[in-house]
């Protein structure tokens, strides 16, 4: 009965998409404004790349640390406060990332920046899911998901332009102002009881232990991923750090599963549809990871394309996954997830492949056709996956599962890039380069750039294989009836 609350009127459904979306574009845009401005800081704080580096590690331990808890606090205290709250610390925090005078300034602010985009990514997901009827929640999260493709396309072009103009604290300026924008209109047009939250049930209580723990085992694990300090991967500091956050891990799940008031209900794991669509999300952000990660060092580095001429090429992806977006989500309302699960991910595998085809004089349509076919596939897969999800639960739940769907997003993609780096550094150590990128352009086809490039072939070829096995999972879930999603 809980998820009939979700039938909103129309009226009030797509205003509040448009409140909602915006505030989304803004958190998506983050990630890649300030990538495009992290040279420009380094410059001006006479940093080298590791130490300026921290500027995005700091940022996503912090978003790992409290997408669960958050998801949990908006469930029990109410999506809309949540949201709001979020919205204020990221506007503040970037702010104080404006005003900066130096780095450890700086990543304080972008800690605050982060803890308010944990408290917003998973509870937007929620407030989306709650107020589309069951019957179009696949719409709805197209849209969101549209909504992202085309964060993911503005953003490296409008942080250019501002980091060219204006200078790198522009960004953040920019940032500060559209969140306090998206701020007052969440609060003047979101209504409390519609977009959910306030659960108070009979021994409804936060769980803190729980909260603490997985904070504590989830950002160890991804620090320990991304291994920042370039460690040996059989060293004791990664492999302890490993074992460590996978004892956090145990004891999270023994918790969870004997306290009255988890901070995510394991039985969730039960339902077959839940566990299979998780599963299939994690390995398709893993093999999909690479693309973002490799095609910029690919397209600069060994074809000797300028940022601003590289963010434009990079766009078709973000193109693409903002345009089917649009219409898988509805599709999937009618016709089920299943189908458009599988095709976006058969998809992926063919971008992946071709991808692995590459070469150091590759012809530019062919890195835009790859780069296409890779932003229709997942534009296809990712809302159905979504509300493939979020439909084996109640709608009291949106809260934590939403925030769930954003971790197991964030995981596959780090640890896609972990295993990308390795591949990529061995391959190049192996044909006598250092595997440090900056002079990859220096050596030509047989040197650095023909090594960076066996890598990142070798690369792909590694990740197409994760896409298969994503594929295999998201065709075991399976599909509501008819009857359930006409309802």
């Known amino acids: 009965m809980a998820q009939t609350e979700g039938a909103a009127g129309d009226g009030y459904k797509w205003r509040a998409f448009w409140v909602i979306a915006p505030a989304l574009f803004i958190t998506v845009m983050d990630f890649s404004g300030t990538g495009v401005a992290l040279p420009s800081i380094a410059d001006d704080f006479a940093l080298w790349l590791r130490d300026v580096s921290w500027v995005t590690i700091a940022a996503s331990l912090t978003i790992t640390a409290f997408l669960l808890p958050m998801g949990r606090v908006a469930d029990l ?85 501002l980091v060219g103009t204006f200078g790198w604290r522009s960004v953040f300026v920019c940032f500060a102002v559209l969140a306090s924008v998206a701020l007052v209109l969440g609060a003047a047009v979101l209504d409390d009881a519609r977009v959910g939250g306030r659960r108070r049930g009979a021994g409804e209580r936060y769980d803190w232990v729980g909260a603490v723990i997985s904070a ?58 839940f566990s299979w669509a998780s599963s299939a999300r994690y390995l398709g952000f893993v093999g999909n990871s690479a693309v973002w990660f490799l095609v910029p060092f690919y397209l600069q580095n060994v074809q000797g394309y300028e940022p601003r001429a590289m963010g434009f090429v990079i766009f078709a992806g973000a193109f693409g996954m903002a345009v089917t977006g649009m219409f898988s989500g509805f599709l999937s309302d009618r016709f089920g997830f299943r189908v458009f699960t599988v095709a976006g991910l058969g998809l992926s595998i063919a971008a ?37 999800t979020l439909g084996a639960v109640e709608r009291s739940d949106y809260g934590i599962v939403g925030a769930f769907l954003n971790l197991v997003r964030n995981a596959g993609t780090v640890t896609g890039v972990a295993l990308t780096t390795v591949i990529v550094t061995a391959v190049m150590v192996g044909r006598g380069f250092t595997g440090d990128l900056g002079g990859v352009a220096e050596g030509g086809d047989g040197g650095a750039a023909g090594a960076f490039v066996a890598g990142m072939r070798a690369a792909f070829l590694v990740l197409v294989c994760f896409s298969a096995v994503a594929l295999l999972a998201a065709i075991m879930a399976r599909d509501s009836p008819r009857s359930e999603r006409a309802a």
């Open 352 to 388: 992946g492949l071709a991808f692995a085809s590459l070469r150091p004089a590759s012809p530019l349509y062919a890195v835009v056709a790859a780069l296409l076919m890779n932003g229709v596939g997942q534009g296809l897969w990712m809302a159905p996956n979504m509300s493939a």
């Open 77 to 161: 205290a109410g999506r809309k406060a949540v949201h709001l709250a979020g919205l204020a610390l990221f506007a503040g925090g970037a702010l104080l990332a404006a005003l900066s005078v130096g780095l450890p300034m700086l990543i304080g602010a972008r800690v605050v920046m982060a803890t308010g985009l944990a408290m917003g990514q998973g509870v937007m997901t929620a407030m989306i899911a709650s107020v589309f009827p069951p019957r179009e929640r696949g719409r709805g999260l197209g849209m969101l998901t549209a909504t992202v493709g085309a964060a993911s396309s503005v953003g490296p072009i409008a942080a250019g332009f």
């Open 216 to 273: 504590a085992a989830l950002a160890l694990a991804i620090y320990t991923i991304n291994n920042p300090r370039e460690l040996a991967w059989t060293g004791w500091p990664v492999v302890g750090g490993g074992a460590i956050a996978a004892a956090f891990l145990a004891a999270f799940v023994w918790w969870e599963l004997r306290v009255r008031s988890p901070m995510i209900d394991l039985r969730f794991f039960r339902s077959a549809r």
